[in-house]
């Protein structure tokens, strides 16, 4: 069956130019922004984030940009239900919408769905949290095996976090974590359109690193420093802002700090990159496309889907 709404996903490493397009789109179709950049949404971190300026905010309307605080508890679970119900909304005013982001995690939620695994008692993380720290990784691997031999053959068993992770649903509902894995997911009420920014590399970087110089002129010290005191918050444990927690602490110069948060961008970049080029559905664009090009391509695409 043909879906005539339309949600058009701009997509690339940051810095790459995706605001500036979503914009461009949004006054072309007359339509909404939908920013699914997880580090956008929270009030109190601007600069670091690069959250669009007065002008970029004014020139279309925007969602979820700095709607929750970093004292929320908001996961990728909880953007997905929201920006469904949000899309729902938006579709009956205008069957073509716009999301933007580089946060493939988040893109991956609304477009294709999350696995939902059942909610299990905080107390199994905390025991297995010491459990790490008193017995170390190993420990918590030769439970993993023993509760879920699938999983532990298929995650990367030497990262802690997602060795907890699948623990505490084997432990929690008595069930192993591969069961919950590659259900059925709801279908989507739109047809993805997405669309990507590429550059080579040593542009990419360069871009990356004049930003940061431009964050810093900005105000990017001050923003963390009044931040620093919430550290320990998951918000917080981000590129930009952890780079500059080390330079108050006394660990970093200050020189060697801003070098660090170029270095991590980078490297964010290149994850980015990574996780973008395994999609074979995206329609990529270098990133000084004409943006007529890009509404030529996107309107070909959905007068194709509507024969």
Not at 91 to 111: H, K, R
Request: glycine share 6%; hydrophobic share 35%.
């Amino acid at each position: 069956m043909k879906n005539n709404n339309y949600l058009i996903t701009i997509v690339g490493p940051t810095a790459i130019g995706k605001t500036a397009l979503s914009i461009a789109l949004a006054n072309h179709f007359k339509t909404a922004i939908i920013s699914c950049d997880s580090r956008q949404f929270y009030k109190e971190m601007t600069i670091g984030t690069a959250v669009p300026d007065e002008d970029e905010l004014a020139a279309a309307k925007h969602h979820f940009i700095q709607n929750r605080s970093i004292f929320d508890d908001y996961n990728v679970g909880d953007f997905e239900r929201d920006t469904l119900k949000k899309l729902d909304n938006l579709f009956q005013e205008n069957p073509i919408q716009i999301m933007v982001g580089g946060s493939g995690l988040y893109v991956d939620a609304v477009l294709k769905g999350l696995d939902y695994f059942p909610q299990v008692d905080e107390k199994i993380r905390t025991n297995l949290t010491n459990q790490l720290k008193v017995e170390g990784i190993e420990s918590l691997q030769n439970q993993l095996k023993e509760l879920d031999l699938e999983t532990f053959n298929t995650i990367a068993i030497d990262n802690p976090h997602r060795v907890i992770r699948a623990l505490e649903i084997c432990i929690g509902s008595g069930t192993p974590y591969s069961t919950f894995k590659n259900k059925p997911k709801k279908p989507r009420n739109f047809t993805s359109i997405k669309i990507g920014l590429t550059a080579d590399r040593e542009i990419i970087y360069n871009r990356i690193n004049e930003r940061v110089n431009i964050m810093m002129e900005n105000g990017l010290l001050e923003e963390a420093k009044k931040l620093h005191q919430h550290k320990e918050l998951n918000a917080l444990k981000t590129v930009g802002y952890r780079e500059l927690f080390s330079y108050f602490e006394g660990e970093f110069t200050k020189e060697f700090a801003i070098s660090e948060i170029k270095k991590n961008t980078r490297r964010f970049a290149k994850r980015q990159g990574t996780w973008f080029r395994k999609d074979e559905t995206i329609t990529w664009f270098d990133y000084k496309t004409n943006v007529n090009e890009i509404i030529k391509t996107i309107e070909t695409i959905v007068q194709n889907n509507e024969r």
